[in-house]
């Protein structure tokens, strides 16, 4: 009876344990998505010079390290998380007509018959009428190991296109909501003319957009 009564007793305080350690490991990944949307934080409003129009994206965690005005109205904007390892870069782009999720559709498809796609693998074009998307995966460049994922994203507006590309480096499965999350916030719309702000154009700013993955920076 004695050694039925411990039994039971180590038996419950295994299941303890074992509550401890899930809840600790839950917490941790929780930490690690919440990084990305905190509360208080209001999502980043990036508008496009001479245009009512803006992109509203939630950066929250990141860090903005880039943001330029090219002498043509192009808008660049570059950032990085440094707790999940994410970087977003953007580019908002002012057209002569109206943009169309077919400009974006056109866009992705030239995007993904050039050489940089073209060493990927899992490539998935998506024609979202709301959102076209196409994605894959660098597993390798020169012979070391990268496994960076790369998803590029257009949004269309009246006259403005924004272009997004998302990636990171040694990218798993577990980061896959990460990615749909951070994508979830992306809108494009008309926004109020009291948030553009005037900046002087950079003439020195990269203009190839669609050559941003460490691959075609040529890095080994």
């Known amino acids: 009876m004695k050694k039925t009564r411990t039994g039971r007793v180590r038996s419950a305080l295994c299941a303890i344990i074992s ?10 990944w929780s930490g690690a998505r919440s990084a990305m949307a905190r509360d208080g934080e209001s999502p980043t409003l990036i508008p496009q ?12 965690g990141f860090r903005i390290e880039r943001d330029r005005l090219t002498a043509d109205g192009r808008r ?5 998380h440094p707790a999940t390892g994410i970087n ?3 580019a908002m782009e002012q ?9 974006c559709i056109t866009h ?14 899992d490539v998935a074009l998506s024609t979202s009428r709301d959102m076209p998307t196409l994605e ?11 496994d960076q994922k790369s998803l590029y994203a257009c949004m269309a507006h009246a006259d403005v296109y924004a272009h997004i590309h998302v990636s990171k480096l040694q990218y798993t499965d577990a980061d896959a909501s990460l990615f749909q999350q951070l994508l979830s ?18 003439t020195g700013a990269q203009l190839l957009f669609v050559e941003t993955t460490l691959a075609a920076s040529g890095a080994p």
């Open 136 to 146: 894959y995966t660098l597993r390798r460049f020169q012979g070391v190991r990268l």
């Open 19 to 28: 509550l401890i350690l899930l809840s600790l490991l839950t917490g941790e």
């Open 76 to 80: 660049y904007i570059g950032a990085s």
């Open 185 to 202: 916030t992306f809108r494009l719309e008309k926004g109020s003319s009291a948030r553009l702000r005037a900046q002087r154009p950079e």
């Open 49 to 60: 010079p001479n245009s009512n129009v803006e992109l509203t994206i939630d950066l929250a």
């Open 88 to 90: 977003v870069a953007i």
């Open 108 to 121: 992705l498809r030239q995007l993904k018959k050039g050489p940089t796609v073209s060493r990927g693998i």
């Open 95 to 103: 057209v002569g007509g109206l943009a169309s999720t077919g400009g």
